[in-house]
């Protein structure tokens, strides 16, 4: 994986298409709004009411505030702006509040796929946006696809490589991360010692690496070393949005947990921070591995 110089986007995108970014927290919609300068192109940014912690590096950028309750409001605004791409990027932490969503004439008509897709989970309400606003002639595209320098190579990433145990390790826990992808729980598992001993819930890979750092001290796992965490897209997941990711705090947290390594799906997943995340691995010696991955990298 290359940082020197912006690699083309995988979408072409025409001069002057108009790009929106509807911002969660964290910094990939940071990155992305970056990596869209980088290539031509000046975003649009929507934030997301309540989510965003790194407003101040929007400042350059024109700009309006949603609340998740004002969906309804979000196709009148696109089309507003002239805006014929979105790009759905960072975290929303939780979800609208059906009882405090404000109707629109649009909206009403696709309330009742609103209240399906949150029965199916985070997964099952992405898909429906993304469809949604195509229906009304958005094209929404992937992070990975307009800045693909985001996008986790194949291989190793870092100058450590897993050894014999570790692989034992990354085919457990990717075992796991994709039982539990399937049933839309989470994207990430972490094994340790050949079997997977935790699996990623509501509270993220954050809450995931804690609890691993907790349990180092308990049962059998007391006095067993290395272990590796797996980040990769649940089966069938709409990838334009909320891919697996890892970033400089992922590093901090797994070499706190104990752990030998991370291993991501090459081409579905980013690394955020990227010359920061790689660095700070190195000089904690843990590994960073890029897996081939067994479905296709569009989502579609």
Known sequence: MTRAEPAPPRLSLAPG???????????????VADGLVKHG???FIIIAEGEVDREADFAAFDQEKLALEDIGLLFPL????????????????????????????????IIPLVVRALRRGDDGLLKMLTRALETRGIKVVGA???????????GALTAAEPNQSDWRDIEAARKAAKAIGALDI???????????????????????????????????????ARGVLVKCAKPGQELRADLPSIGPQTIEAAHAAGLAGIAVEAGRSLILEGPT???????????????PSTEPSDGR
């Not at 298409?17 to 940071?30: C, W, Y």
């Not at 990975?144 to 194949?154: K, W």
């Not at 690496?209 to 006095?223: F, I, K, Q, V």
């Open 277 to 291: 995340t790689l660095a700070r691995a190195n000089a904690l010696g843990l590994f960073i591995v890029g897996l």
């Open 17 to 31: 298409a108009k790009v929106g970014i509807i911002a969660g927290g964290g910094s990939l919609p940071v990155e």
């Open 144 to 154: 990975h696809e307009v800045v693909p320098e985001l996008t986790a190579g194949e």
């Open 78 to 109: 696109l089309k507003r702006q002239g805006i014929t791409h979105l790009v759905l990027a960072g975290e929303i932490k939780r979800r609208p509040r059906l009882s405090k969503i404000k109707p629109t004439l649009g909206l009403l008509a």
């Open 41 to 43: 192109f000046v975003p």
């Open 186 to 224: 989470g994207q990430a598992a972490i094994a340790i010692g050949g079997r997977a001993v935790a699996l990623e819930g509501i509270e993220g890979t954050a809450g995931l690496l804690d609890r691993t750092r907790e349990l180092r001290g308990h049962g059998r796992l007391a006095g067993k």
